[in-house]
């Protein structure tokens, strides 16, 4: 490894640190206080930085809360590109929700502390509206991953349809999931719940997309 790969290895560290530093700031201060309550120089105070460091992680204070939204985006992208042979793309999401719930990913996390952050979005308009956007960016996202999976342009109707149902199906999954620890306290029945409506939809996305390439 050459002295400059090096130097550039090093300093993507030191930058995912402080990217990492900032977002766990941010997020104790929003759940501690709420979202519309903390300022991005608050923020910045505490996590030892400059106003403007904040800005170069993370354009918008909305995304200092949704700091894993990349991260989703990057996963449906290859959950699709990336499907095992003779398994439909749809299918291939079904099968990613189960995996995600048996690795115990934080991506559908139901417990004391994802209460809290679905709590912090309840109190704010503004993270309720940057939800409502993500979801739909979301769908736009699968549905061009969709399209370019089955060689089709890119606004392909069906791709749409097929991506507006499923975004639809897993944002009723993770609710019902979420109203159901709050009320029980249960993570084995969050999770039962979550499964069995994405499993729900899953088979009405079938079927409303029979004979296109996505099912």
């Known amino acids: 490894m050459s002295p400059m790969s090096t130097t550039a290895d090093r300093r993507s560290r030191k930058r995912a640190a402080t990217r990492q530093s900032i977002s766990n700031t941010a997020t104790r201060l929003f759940l501690e206080r709420g979202f519309d309550q903390v300022t991005v120089d ?8 400059g106003r403007m460091t904040v800005f170069n992680h993370f354009p918008r204070k909305e995304d200092l809360f949704f700091d894993r939204d990349e991260e989703v985006r990057e996963l449906l992208r290859e959950t699709v590109r990336q499907g095992k042979p003779r398994v439909a793309p749809i299918e291939a999401l079904r099968l990613l929700a189960h995996r995600l719930v048996a690795e115990k990913s934080p991506l559908v996390e139901f417990s004391v502390r994802s209460r809290g952050f679905v709590e912090t979005i309840e109190r704010s308009e503004s993270l309720k509206a940057r939800t409502r956007a993500i979801r739909d960016e979301l769908a736009h996202v699968v549905a061009a991953a969709l399209a370019e999976s089955a060689g089709r342009e890119a606004a392909d109707p069906e791709a749409e349809l097929a991506a507006g149902l499923l ?20 993570v084995a029945k969050a ?3 979550f499964l069995a409506v994405v499993d729900q ?9 029979a004979g296109t390439p996505y099912a």
């Open 191 to 193: 999770n039962a719940i």
């Open 167 to 186: 975004l639809a199906t897993w944002s009723v999954a993770l609710i019902q999931a979420h109203r159901s620890f709050r009320s029980k306290r249960s």
């Open 201 to 209: 939809g899953s088979r009405g996305l079938k079927a409303a997309m």
């Open 42 to 49: 608050e923020i910045a105070a505490a996590a030892d930085v």
